[in-house]
């Protein structure tokens, strides 16, 4: 009897060595797939644009045709490290042009990833479920608005209208490519963001502890270069000093901020080297520690969690700290009172932060409150809207703004710093309905909660929820793809493993 166990414990025992064997090899092989798909159009542009482009096309083609459990994750580790490796590569960038362009494989890949998934859908939209079907079509509802706003913009500013297509569309991208491949496959996708959590860590933690070592890894130094020319080439550096007292003479200085980046602190506040981030961007990297954070949390790797906290601190971003704070905040009153009392006290909370939010950022002429009324004002002064790329900071010249004369106003003359008040602006109605779209997501992940009883889903609902809202004071909240981008994959990736179950369940007795 004994040995008949232990050969029981044996069996077990080996059977759990090669689940674990199994589970590291297919995250290695997805990482090296990863990293392939970053790196090769990048190092093939320098040799020739159309080469790097046809790598692009095949690579992502080849991963959507014949690895679609993929995509997810590709998307993710190469909006968190291209813009690393693009750095890597500065020496051979010749212009502010070539730098933007290099930067755009990663929608690229992320576009065609989701063109073969999405006529893959349309094909067999007949034998999907009818919620499959309305989450989709509320998408292409969403798709529709954004059309519209590119035609309109087009005719005014191409160039902007093609930047903030990208920003505008891309949670809804990604949304669809974690709803579609989940709907396909139970791929799990906590080891690989257990992986890239601390990948993350290590390269976080020599980013704070010695900066100039980070910047010498990744070729910091000359993409700061490339990335000022025109600035140096303008004297904005000596402008700026002349108007604000603060001397720009290295990299190093563009990092240094107040803490949190606010004036509220007062006397308590300090100075800190921010970090940026394999990504090259706070917030976004912030929004990225956050969310890996409460995956992490959620998971029980409280090692980790503690790991990231300090790299989250000393990103310095308010936005992804508040998201992080309400969401458990709203998943502890869910806990205690029930799903209904659980969201309607977040609703309650973020509708009272806004109003906090503007009426504190007017009295202290904060920029973003006075770009978001901006915004509201064009909204008000034309409702229907301007079309895309019409206003906000990426087709903005900063170095002519006159914020003195804005905060006497108590506004920006334009929308910018708020993706909200720059899509009022841009879409005028319309980007009420696309936000709607946002909500309506996270509130069908909140009704799946209410089956799963699982904390993850009802945090996705509640982190979608406030960084939408966080989208009023910070562009990058929604037109990051690291922000909302993130956050609303996530409520896919769970709407689709229901779906899919529910699928499965709903066929089983028939099959059998």
């Not at 010498?216 to 490339?226: A, S």
């Not at 003479?249 to 602190?265: E, G, M, Q, R």
């Not at 896919?492 to 089983?508: E, M, N, T, Y």
Request: proline share 3%; net charge neutral; glycine share 8%.
């Amino acid at each position: 009897m004994s040995q008949t166990l232990s050969s029981r414990n044996d069996r077990l025992e080996l059977g759990l060595l090669q689940r674990h064997a199994a589970m590291v090899s297919h995250v290695f092989f997805a990482f090296m797939i990863c990293l392939a798909i970053t790196i090769l159009p990048i190092a093939a542009h320098f040799v020739s644009p159309v080469l790097a482009i046809a790598c692009q096309f095949l690579l992502a083609t080849g991963v959507a045709l014949f690895s679609a459990t993929l995509a997810p994750l590709i998307v993710v580790f190469s909006l968190v490290f291209q813009n690393m490796f693009v750095s890597i590569f500065a020496d051979f960038i010749t212009g502010p042009e070539d730098y933007n362009f290099v930067r755009g494989y990663n929608f690229l890949t992320m576009m065609i990833m989701w063109i073969w998934m999405f006529g893959q859908y349309a094909l067999n939209w007949r034998s999907f479920s009818r919620p499959v079907n309305r989450i989709m079509l509320v998408c292409l509802f969403g798709f529709a608005l954004i059309g519209l706003y590119l035609l309109i913009g087009m005719a005014k500013n191409p160039a902007g209208a093609i930047i903030y297509l990208r920003n505008v569309i891309s949670p809804l991208i990604i949304f669809q490519i974690f709803f579609l491949t989940a709907l396909r496959s139970d791929q799990p996708l906590m080891p690989f963001f257990t992986s890239l959590s601390v990948i993350i860590i290590v390269l976080g933690f020599v980013e704070m502890i010695d900066r100039e070592l980070w910047l010498d890894l990744v070729n910091g130094w000359k993409l700061w270069e490339v990335g000022n020319r025109q600035a140096i080439l303008y004297l904005a550096a000596d402008k700026a000093a002349a108007e604000t007292g603060t001397f720009v003479t290295s990299i190093l200085d563009t990092y240094k901020v107040a803490f949190l980046n606010t004036p509220l602190l007062g006397d308590y506040s300090f100075v800190i080297l921010r970090l940026m981030g394999p990504n090259n961007h706070a917030i976004s990297y912030s929004y990225l520690l956050a969310f890996l954070a409460l995956l992490m949390i959620t998971n029980g790797r409280w090692l980790l969690v503690a790991l990231l906290m300090p790299l989250l601190v000393f990103a310095s971003a308010k936005g992804s700290l508040i998201m992080l704070f309400l969401g458990f905040c709203a998943l502890v009153a869910r806990k205690m009172f029930g799903a209904a009392f659980g969201l309607a006290s977040l609703v309650l909370v973020l509708a009272a932060y806004i109003v906090l939010g503007v009426v504190t950022g007017l009295e202290i002429g904060d920029f973003h409150v006075l770009g978001f009324m901006g915004g509201v004002y064009n909204f008000l002064v034309d409702p229907f809207g301007n079309g895309l790329g019409d206003a906000g900071n990426l087709v903005s010249n900063f170095n002519k703004m006159d914020w003195q004369a804005y905060q006497k106003a108590g506004r920006t003359p334009i929308a910018m710093e708020s993706a909200v008040g720059v899509m009022l602006h841009q879409m005028g109605f319309a980007a009420l309905g696309l936000l709607a779209v946002y909500f309506w997501i996270g509130f069908q992940t909140y009704r799946v909660s209410f089956v799963s009883r699982i904390n993850l889903h009802s945090l996705a609902c509640f982190a979608l929820f406030a960084v939408v809202v966080n989208g009023i004071f910070q562009e990058e909240a929604i037109f990051s793809p690291l922000a909302l981008g993130l956050v609303i994959g996530l409520n896919g990736h769970i709407l689709g493993q229901a779906f899919r179950k529910r699928a499965a369940l709903s066929s089983g007795p028939e099959a059998s």
